[in-house]
């Protein structure tokens, strides 16, 4: 019987394109991420200003500039590695996604000292106050996703080195860029709420 | 899908259920290992009915209990755990599964693909989700914890904070039924991302958006909403871990948390957990009535146009669950609104389904009965939804037995009718064999019976005053009757599952050949044979209309000649 599907008349052979399943998957992923980032936030925005104890965001937080300027150009040299990929420019897309790697682990060394200070020098844990509660839960939950994104591409970083990856998956590369990409975008609003609004 | 090797153990003999005892081991090996889409769709939906059977038989404790007044069958713990369970078995165990097995079976073959988009995040996903079950279930063992208190979760299934706080549960309980929801959830979450990248990426050539069948559109719909459902849930989920375990305070008013906020986020996801589990109901009444009406669907894009519809509008509804919490006018008006808007779209359906059916050549085999069922059943439901949207009713009748009823009128009446009608109806596409029309209409009649029994007297102990979650009660209030008249329906309901489940299996060997098309459908998963042989299609489908079975049976009068 399922041969028999073939007598459909095909006067029509134009080109039956789809879009790539690995785009369409992650984003419906960043989707479904971006409802568990709205919840976090939502609850830190809910919070501001409700903590009964010190230390509040005033006293102890400070803007982490550098972090965010590596984390956000690491978008520009993910999508130079991209665009090295597709045109077979080996050396290029290694240079550039070991430029990303780095810029994100800055970020993640920042995150650390802050974390450090905070924790030994003003005191706020995670079980301090309504704010230890929700900045750790908020930002560790980003930083996590960047830790993803980090191993993700080290991991390519580690094939492409051993002449393991290749142009045929920038496919694929597209797509776990497209999930750095998230992750930076995630780290605006995080950065507005916690730094900019919170403060 | 061509980078993809053969799974392991796939050989056609296994497929049709051929053990010999000397290779069972490997015919569990390859069950185990799979990543077909079919046999992915077999484990789900045989893993939901071994818990319908499990969630069912904590329901009939419940009525034994309840059924006369100052019962001491059950302790009150022991109730509070059962309805628990009951509550969060139905909806994460037996509701969702089934209904992302019919999806991984049926979807691919609609849409004439080989296989999934990801065959192995597929089987991750189930295993996830098979996992948070056995993790729930495991909490009646390990449950007691380092505190030796407490066994199964016992806080409801909405598990409102603060009751959820270390102070007032202690022990492991409440953590093993947040845990279990986060493993499940991980594992929806893959499901929802592969259906979509599925129907999106994988269709056959001629398959546009506009000539899916709309099972599939459905299910399209359902998942791009289960992606922003599942999600705040698991994100509730880990502030409550972080609550319980790292003394953190989302929800501790002692500290300036707000209970208020987890009541929230519940019914953030809870609401439109309700649309994830009854669109693919929908799904599975869209492709029924048809068939067994003779017709094509009545109003194609005004169905697709409504589900989408109910999807946006269902993300604004989910505070007409707390009216009763406390919230300004201006607030519940806007609830009160958004919740009688989801009519529209809702009753759009209705009108569709009734004029497909109207002036057709209906044939009464027992899943277009379920189908007619779920009809009459959904309407009423809907219309005492209408009566709780409006605030000040819900005032009087919140947290009573008539909620009880109306949900219950829903998920039964609604959602599990649609999917006893899908299971009766793709059965031969699965197994190759009929199940037994006469057992059907035998548990057909006793289930609607029972159902009617049980779920139209709660309306009237609801009115007259009998709320939830109580484990008994005192002989003088009037309820003793009607809870009698309950709880005799629900062992009925009861004797019709085990006719059914005895179809289930003894048509598995006895039942009659089915052929490739037992019913005279029109969708691509009938022109494959019966069960369809593990590559789908010999040859890739290519379709030109909605109904491309149609269009090869009747080729001087084909469909695309009408559609635009």
């Not at chain 2, 880990?238 to 986020?265: C, K």
């Not at chain 2, 609604?414 to 006893?420: D, K, L, N, R, S």
């Not at chain 2, 089915?514 to 009938?526: N, Q, Y």
């Not at chain 2, 044979?529 to 109904?547: C, H, I």
Request: aromatic share 16%; proline share 4%; glycine share 8%.
């Amino acid at each position: 019987m399922s041969t028999s599907t073939q007598v459909f008349p095909s006067a029509s052979e134009r080109e039956w394109k789809l879009p790539s399943r690995g785009r369409v998957g992650m984003l419906s992923l960043i989707i479904g991420e971006s409802a568990l980032f709205t919840i976090f936030v939502v609850a830190y925005i809910f919070y501001i200003g409700k903590s009964l104890t010190g230390p509040t965001p005033a006293q102890v937080l400070e803007v982490p500039i550098l972090g965010t300027i590596c984390l956000l150009s690491s978008s520009f040299a993910i999508w130079r590695s991209e665009h090295a990929i597709e045109h077979g420019k080996m050396r290029a897309f290694v240079a550039w996604l070991a430029t990303t790697i780095l810029l994100g682990l800055v970020f993640m060394v920042g995150t650390a000292i802050e974390w450090h200070k905070l924790i030994y020098r003003d005191g706020l844990t995670i079980r301090t106050n309504l704010f230890g509660t929700t900045f750790y839960s908020l930002v560790g939950l980003h930083a996590t996703h960047v830790l993803l994104g980090l191993s993700m591409l080290s991991v390519v970083l580690v094939l492409a080195l051993l002449d393991r990856f290749s142009e045929s998956q920038s496919e694929r590369f597209a797509v776990i860029a497209l999930y750095w990409h998230f992750v930076d975008l995630v780290w605006v609003v995080v950065f507005t709420v916690v730094y900019l609004i919170g403060r | 899908m061509s980078d993809l090797p053969m799974p392991i153990g796939e050989t056609p003999e296994a497929a049709q259920g051929g053990i010999r005892s000397a290779d069972w081991l490997e015919w569990l090996h390859g069950w185990i290992v799979t990543v077909d889409h079919k046999r992915l769709g077999i484990l789900y939906i045989l893993y939901s009915i071994f818990f319908l059977l499990v969630a069912g038989a904590e329901a009939l404790f419940i009525r034994i209990q309840l059924a006369i007044p100052n019962n001491h069958f059950l302790t009150a713990q022991v109730y509070n755990r059962f309805f628990t369970m009951h509550g969060t078995t139905m909806v994460f165990l037996v509701g969702m599964p089934i209904l992302f097995g019919f999806a991984n079976y049926i979807v691919p073959l609609q849409i004439g693909a080989r296989d999934m988009a990801f065959p192995r995040l597929n089987a991750l996903s189930f295993w996830l989700t098979a996992f948070g079950g056995l993790l729930l279930y495991y909490s009646f063992l390990g449950g007691s914890g380092l505190y030796g208190v407490g066994n199964a979760p016992d806080v409801g299934w909405f598990a409102y904070a603060p009751l959820t706080a270390r102070t007032f549960s202690p022990g492991n309980a409440t953590d093993y039924w947040a845990l279990a929801l986060i493993v499940s959830g991980f594992g929806t979450l893959g499901t929802a991302v592969n259906i979509i990248a599925t129907i999106f990426s994988m269709r056959c050539r001629g398959m546009t958006l506009m000539r899916m069948p709309l099972f599939t559109w459905l299910y399209l719909v359902v998942s791009g909403l289960t992606l922003v459902t599942i999600t705040p849930l698991t994100a509730a989920q880990f502030m409550l871990l972080i609550d319980r375990y790292l003394g953190g305070h989302f929800f501790d008013t002692q500290a300036g948390g707000s209970a208020l906020v987890w009541v929230h986020f519940f019914w953030i996801f809870g609401h439109p957990e309700v649309y994830v589990l009854v669109l693919p109901a929908f799904a599975i009444a869209n492709e029924i009535i048809p068939v067994f009406s003779r017709k094509a669907i009545f109003g194609y894009p005004a169905m697709v146009a409504a589900s989408v519809g109910i999807m946006f509008v269902s993300l604004g509804v989910w505070a007409h669950h707390m009216f009763t919490v406390g919230m300004t006018s201006v607030t519940n008006a806007f609830f009160v609104l958004s919740t009688m808007l989801v009519g529209i779209p809702t009753g759009i359906k209705i009108f569709n389904w009734i004029a497909t059916i109207w002036g057709g050549r209906i044939r009464f085999s027992v899943a277009m009965l379920f189908c007619l069922g779920f009809l009459y059943q959904f309407l009423i439901a809907g219309l005492t939804g209408i009566m709780l949207a409006v605030a000040p009713l819900d005032w009087q009748l919140h947290n009573s037995y008539f909620v009880i009823a109306h949900f219950h009128y829903v998920l039964v009446g609604g959602i599990v009718f649609c999917i006893f009608a899908g299971l009766y109806y793709w059965y031969p596409k699965a197994t190759g064999r009929m199940m037994s029309e006469r057992l059907g209409r035998w548990h057909f009649w006793l289930f609607v019976i029972g159902f009617h029994i049980t779920f139209d007297t709660m309306h009237f102990l609801g009115i007259l005053g009998m709320p939830r979650s109580i484990y008994t009660y005192q002989p003088d209030r009037g309820w003793n009757t009607l809870n009698m008249i309950i709880s005799v329906g629900g062992f009925i309901q009861a004797i019709a599952i085990l006719i059914f489940a005895w179809n289930f299996i003894v048509s598995y060997f006895r039942g009659d050949e089915a052929g490739d098309d037992p019913w005279d459908a029109w969708t691509l998963e009938w022109t494959t044979s019966s069960p369809p042989p593990v590559y789908n299609f010999a040859v890739e489908p290519e379709v030109r209309s909605r109904r491309p079975l149609w269009d090869l049976k009747h080729p001087h009068d084909p469909d695309w000649e009408y559609e635009g």
